[in-house]
């Protein structure tokens, strides 16, 4: 379909004024791919037409998607560190009671096994004082017999 | 048709969802790409309006044309960082420009077409890059721009009309350099 230049022209006019429609602007776009002898006061035109072809191959990965997903893994994220700071935060808190009740305990055992020997002191002692009242005796017989 | 897709929208599981926009996505990524002139934030920009629209998915039925919706936002989204980010975008601006000025010539016809284009555009404001893109590169409607740029189908011909002068001069001027 070779359109005549003459009629060309008459829709570049239009098409520079906006009143084209898309249909004129196909038989534009058509006479300006197929032709390769184009008027030199044309040729604007005509690279125009090419450069809007080739602007339209530029394609796109479809979107999928993802970014909901990726969300929901920060999300879940998130989540898990906040398990792990109450859990590191607890054994702290844990730990330090161990520690505390430990002290305690060792106390207590410390204070247990002076008590024994505390008490086997005192029992020895009173053992030994019992058997100070001999001393008693020694002196009522030394008495009697010196009289 | 169109109210059988809109009743099942109500509906939508996730495969339907992505079904439902799988043509929309491209034009999404490319006029995100147009205005950010990066690949990793027009990426992230799909991305985003991909999961407002999923979380929208059951008002999308109230919606009669849900391509022009997603455009809609996708503009929106990319303008707000153009806004918040400006200087940050005129430097990105100025490492295209230069990238594809030395590629040019060692590129075939069609890629020689496409730089000039880009170059071209890359110095014109956003909104009407944007325009560019919906038109000539989308091949929207003009009912269909209207609805995405929020304007009425006369101002999307004056405007675009603009545009195109523009970027034939752009385009004229570059290659005289």
């Not at chain 1, 054994?91 to 086997?120: G, I």
């Not at chain 2, 309006?49 to 936002?73: C, F, H, P, R």
């Not at chain 2, 590629?103 to 890629?111: C, F």
């Amino acid at each position: 379909m070779k359109m005549k230049e003459d009629d060309i022209r008459e829709l570049l006019k239009l098409y520079d004024l906006g009143e084209t429609t898309i249909e004129q602007e196909e038989t534009l776009r058509d006479f300006f791919l197929e032709n390769t002898d184009i008027p030199e006061d044309l040729e604007i035109y005509q690279q125009m037409f090419v450069g809007f072809q080739e602007a339209k191959k530029e394609d796109y990965d479809e979107f999928k998607f993802e970014k909901p997903k990726s969300k929901k893994l920060t999300h879940q994220f998130y989540k898990l560190a906040a398990v792990l700071i109450v859990l590191i935060a607890s054994s702290f808190y844990l730990n330090s009671h161990y520690q505390d009740y430990k002290q305690k305990e060792e106390a207590r055992l410390v204070f247990k096994q002076t008590k024994e020997v505390l008490d086997k002191l005192s029992f020895e002692m009173n053992k030994a004082s019992s058997n100070l009242k001999y001393i008693n005796k020694l002196e009522e017989t030394k008495k009697r017999l010196i009289q | 048709m169109l109210v059988m897709i809109l009743k099942s929208a109500a509906t939508m599981n996730e495969s339907q969802f992505l079904n439902h926009f799988k043509n929309a996505q491209p034009k999404m990524y490319r006029l995100a790409k147009r205005l950010l002139k990066s690949d990793d934030l027009a990426q992230d920009a799909v991305q985003e309006v991909m999961l407002k629209l999923w979380m929208k998915k059951d008002q999308l039925s109230g919606i009669n044309n849900s391509e022009a919706y997603a455009m809609t936002m996708i503009k929106n989204y990319a303008y707000d960082i153009l806004k918040s980010k400006r200087h940050n975008h005129l430097e990105l601006v100025q490492e295209r420009v230069s990238d594809s000025e030395e590629n040019a010539e060692e590129k075939l016809e069609k890629k020689q077409s496409l730089a000039l284009l880009e170059k071209a555009l890359d110095q014109m404001s956003y909104k009407d890059k944007t325009i560019i893109q919906l038109r000539e590169i989308e091949r929207f409607e003009f009912d269909q721009i209207a609805e995405i740029l929020e304007m009425t189908p006369v101002n999307v011909r004056v405007s675009l009309s603009r545009a195109r002068k523009k970027l034939h001069e752009k385009m004229k001027i570059i290659l005289a350099q």
